[in-house]
């Protein structure tokens, strides 16, 4: 009982320690971000890394989920005589919510890993501690500029993961299944809000962009100096990074129908 006890102790010990870990990394880019930003070239290249690299992905990703989306959509819809409203459903499970979500994850998987590998070949290579024997704030060079990156290109793909996925809703719906087109774009348009749909996928995205971002340096810039370190900080990535979207997702989704 007392070595369960103690085993407990310990787990809970290192989780406080962890998230005050995370914390401190947090709070110092944040106070390191005004001067990183003031040199904005970084930013944008990190954005470009992030961004442009990654849209591949996710407008095929984005593409087959709306041709999903449709077919699901008018196979239910058509048992109630609302085939027409297949372009609304489509649009705000896009912009709500698969939008959003969906972009996290890929932009999880496909950029977070590999901000994770390079900060963490950075610090295997002994090029962060370099850096701060030169006086420079490897935080402030090398962490600030690639997390507003993430937080600025997350929104982007977003919006561009939801535009394919209408798209595709709408070759599945109009040419291929037969449901009017002014029928699709008019549904769609009377039935998404600009604030209270397109706004909340905003700031979801928003959110997204940060946790994945935050998550990927954080694992990169603790792991172990080793190979082996760099390899499971890079899978410790997806898996947290995915399991915050997915509940973050859950808690801002309940405040936001709540208000």
């Known amino acids: 009982m007392m070595a369960l006890a103690r085993r407990i102790g310990a787990g809970l010990r290192g989780t406080l320690v962890d998230v005050g870990a995370a914390t401190r990394l947090l709070f110092t880019l944040l106070a390191r971000s005004p001067r990183a930003l003031g040199r904005f070239v970084l930013v944008r290249e990190q954005v470009f890394y992030l961004g442009n690299r990654s849209l591949s992905i996710i407008g095929v990703s984005g593409l087959f989920v709306g041709f999903v989306l449709a077919l699901q959509g008018y196979y239910t819809l058509q048992r109630y005589g609302s085939a027409e409203a297949v372009g609304m459903l489509v649009a705000l499970s896009l912009v709500r919510e698969l939008g959003p979500v969906v972009t996290a994850l890929l932009f999880a998987g496909r950029a977070g890993t590999s901000l994770t590998a390079e900060i963490g070949l950075m610090k295997a290579g002994e090029q962060l501690t370099a850096m701060e024997m030169m006086a420079v704030d490897p935080v402030q060079r090398v962490l600030a500029p690639r997390f507003w990156g993430g937080f600025i290109a997350m929104p982007l793909l977003a919006a561009v993961f939801s535009a394919v996925g209408i798209i595709g809703g709408w070759l599945v719906a109009v040419p ?84």
């Open 176 to 259: 291929l299944i037969g449901i009017d087109a002014g029928a699709f774009w008019s549904q769609m348009q009377g039935g998404v809000d600009i604030w209270s749909d397109v706004g909340n996928g905003v700031i979801k995205s928003l959110v997204f962009g940060l946790t994945a971002t935050f998550v990927a340096l954080l694992q990169g810039y603790t792991c172990k100096p080793t190979p082996e370190g760099v390899s499971a900080a890079t899978t410790r990535t997806v898996v947290l990074s995915s399991l915050a979207v997915l509940g973050l997702d859950f808690m801002l989704t309940a405040t936001m129908f709540s208000i």
